[in-house]
T-cell receptor, first 114, second 115 residues
Framework: GPKVLQIPSHQIIDMGQMVTLNCDPV?????FYWYKQILGQQMEFLVN????????KSKLFKDQFSVERPDGSYFTLKIQPTALEDSAVYFC????????????FGEGTRLSVL | GDSVTQTEGLVTLTEGLPVMLNCTYQ???????LFWYVHYLNESPWLLLR?????KRTEHQGFHATLHKSSSSFHLQKSSAQLSDSALYYC?????????????FGAGTQLIVIP
């Protein structure tokens, strides 16, 4: 079936560096999401994105975070600069946008900030 | 704001016994969409069930759940647990009554099925 792919599966970087997490959503999907899960805690919404714009973001979506999907390519989450508390698994999700359809999730990217 | 509560962090069952994982929610919106996701380690969380209309049961892969707006619940059930059911189960509520909005996840229930 259709899948959301996330690249890389694991990223290790030094605090203060920039990181870009890549998501390849399902091809006909229109809505895109990022969620963050700190180890041992629940998954929490960061941002959703539609038609080239951020629709909604949570208070976890700090000023150092940005998202884009240039020319229908990867949907990316960029963190610049990174902080220790950014260490988490980041899940990308996409949805076709019909009203009762739940988003399809990727496997997540584990980000370790040292 | 909207929220989801899963009261059990860990449920351990013997194979063949019935499964019931609790999920209650809070929302001010009358149109609530609830979901159950299953998450196996190192895989994507995938959708197991979504809610239908009030008091209507939905079923998939032997699991079922009924949305009860009167009690704000969407408990997950299965008549007979299998070893392969061992996984982390998340209940999620769609924000503001629309499936397009953010999902509010519960803390998750780890189900372990033993022989």
């Amino acid at each position: 079936g259709p899948k959301v792919l996330q690249i890389p599966s694991h990223q290790i970087i030094d605090m203060g560096q920039m990181v870009t997490l890549n998501c390849d959503p399902v091809s006909n999907h229109l809505y895109f999401y990022w969620y963050k899960q700190i180890l041992g805690q629940q998954m929490e919404f960061l941002v959703n994105f539609y038609n080239g714009k951020v629709m909604e973001k949570s208070k976890l979506f700090k000023d150092q975070f940005s998202v884009e999907r240039p020319d229908g390519s990867y949907f990316t989450l960029k963190i610049q600069p990174t902080a220790l508390e950014d260490s988490a698994v980041y899940f990308c999700a996409s949805s076709a946008g019909t009203d009762n359809q739940a988003p399809l999730f990727g496997e997540g990217t584990r980000l370790s900030v040292l | 704001g909207d929220s989801v509560t899963q009261t059990e962090g860990l449920v351990t069952l013997t194979e063949g016994l019935p499964v019931m994982l609790n999920c209650t929610y809070q929302t001010i919106y009358s149109n609530a969409f609830l979901f159950w996701y299953v998450h196996y380690l190192n895989e994507s969380p995938w959708l197991l069930l979504r809610s239908s209309t009030d008091n209507k049961r939905t079923e998939h892969q032997g699991f079922h759940a009924t949305l009860h707006k009167s009690s704000s619940s969407f408990h997950l059930q299965k008549s007979s647990a299998q070893l392969s059911d061992s996984a982390l189960y998340y209940c999620a509520l769609s924000d503001r009554g629309s499936a397009l909005g953010r999902l509010h996840f519960g803390a998750g229930t780890q189900l372990i099925v033993i022989p």
